[in-house]
């Protein structure tokens, strides 16, 4: 991979080349993506159109075959999130506007997806008809579809922006990514936004629980940088990750995205990691 990054930075021929190429094969957008997030966050907006142009061009012609525009607007919210992360260089931010990102998919997705919209909806009621249990109303599976797959767009989009910083942080300024991720915290006014949200979303239900789940992804981000910056902090290495994510998968299980949401809340309040000595210091204290 940090081959690859490497060549796509030698000249804009390359990264078009690449976008294209990732472009045009299936389930390989995402790196297409991170290879035009890479651009923007080196050398800026101003090279960054001319590859994103190019590497529209599969996305439209899967678009216009298959009715699905996945790819397009992936490439669309990686261009705009990687421009905001180059010019404020928080990470905050990022999850912030993919939040609303994810709203604003909801509302364009009947439009550009009809098609493939439909084809899931007749799969998911085959499904289960097959099972023999209630089946929900059509409106309401096409509602869930339009969620579900606004908010995969934008989680891709988000991390494909992520490894362009890692193939950033490799090429010219190694940890930084690492160090980036465990100092992620959400100021409280963006806690207060989500949490608005999810609030929101929750109480009044049908087409607001849109709102409640696109925020849910920005909560549990920062949730998951607290742990691993406080593990970090006390010198755990990659077991106690391991014993972290086995706990929460499978023991936890569908409380663990609400266990992270709360902690991220908090420490947008507290500032967990500030209050944490870490183990180097406790040492020398001693």
């Given at each position: 991979?940090?081959?690859?990054?490497?060549?796509?930075?030698?000249?804009?021929?390359?990264?078009?080349?690449?976008?294209?190429?990732?472009?045009?094969?299936?389930?390989?957008?995402?790196?297409?993506?991170?290879?035009?997030?890479?651009?923007?966050?080196?050398?800026?907006?101003?090279?960054?159109?001319?590859?994103?142009?190019?590497?529209?061009?599969?996305?439209l012609?899967?678009?216009?075959?298959?009715?699905?525009?996945?790819?397009?607007?992936?490439?669309?919210?990686?261009?705009?999130?990687?421009?905001?992360?180059?010019?404020?260089?928080?990470?905050?931010?990022?999850?912030?506007?993919?939040?609303?990102?994810?709203?604003?998919?909801?509302?364009?997705?009947?439009?550009?997806?009809?098609?493939?919209?439909?084809?899931?909806?007749?799969?998911?009621?085959?499904?289960?008809?097959?099972?023999?249990?209630v089946?929900?109303?059509?409106?309401?599976?096409?509602?869930?579809?339009?969620?579900?797959?606004?908010?995969?767009?934008?989680?891709?989009?988000?991390l494909?922006?992520?490894?362009?910083?890692?193939?950033?942080?490799?090429?010219?300024?190694?940890?930084?990514?690492?160090?980036?991720?465990?100092?992620?915290?959400?100021?409280?006014?963006?806690?207060?936004?989500?949490?608005?949200?999810?609030?929101?979303?929750?109480?009044?239900?049908?087409?607001?629980?849109?709102?409640?789940?696109?925020?849910?992804?920005?909560?549990?981000?920062?949730?998951?940088?607290?742990?691993?910056?406080?593990?970090?902090?006390?010198?755990?290495?990659?077991?106690?990750?391991?014993?972290?994510?086995?706990v929460?998968f499978?023991?936890?299980?569908?409380?663990?995205?609400?266990?992270?949401?709360?902690?991220?809340?908090?420490?947008?309040?507290?500032?967990?990691?500030?209050?944490?000595?870490?183990?180097?210091?406790n040492?020398?204290?001693?």
């Amino acid at each position: 991979m940090s081959g690859l990054a490497k060549w796509v930075m030698k000249k804009r021929l390359n990264a078009i080349i690449g976008v294209m190429v990732f472009g045009l094969i299936p389930m390989m957008f995402w790196l297409a993506s991170a290879i035009l997030g890479l651009v923007v966050l080196r050398k800026g907006v101003k090279e960054g159109i001319p590859v994103f142009a190019w590497g529209c061009l599969p996305a439209l012609v899967l678009w216009q075959f298959q009715g699905d525009a996945t790819a397009l607007m992936v490439l669309v919210d990686v261009m705009l999130l990687s421009y905001l992360l180059r010019s404020s260089t928080s990470w905050s931010w990022v999850l912030l506007a993919g939040s609303f990102l994810a709203v604003i998919n909801t509302l364009i997705q009947p439009i550009l997806m009809a098609d493939v919209l439909n084809m899931a909806v007749s799969l998911v009621q085959k499904v289960l008809s097959s099972e023999s249990v209630v089946i929900p109303d059509e409106n309401a599976i096409f509602n869930q579809a339009v969620v579900a797959i606004s908010i995969f767009q934008v989680v891709i989009a988000i991390l494909s922006l992520f490894l362009a910083r890692k193939w950033q942080a490799g090429l010219y300024n190694p940890g930084g990514l690492r160090t980036e991720f465990h100092q992620l915290r959400l100021p409280v006014v963006f806690s207060l936004i989500l949490g608005a949200m999810v609030l929101v979303g929750e109480s009044l239900g049908g087409a607001f629980m849109a709102l409640s789940q696109a925020a849910i992804p920005a909560l549990v981000l920062p949730g998951l940088a607290l742990v691993h910056g406080v593990l970090a902090k006390k010198k755990i290495g990659v077991v106690g990750l391991i014993a972290f994510y086995l706990v929460g998968f499978f023991v936890l299980n569908v409380y663990f995205a609400n266990i992270l949401v709360t902690l991220c809340v908090i420490d947008s309040f507290v500032d967990i990691r500030s209050r944490i000595q870490d183990k180097s210091s406790n040492s020398h204290d001693s």
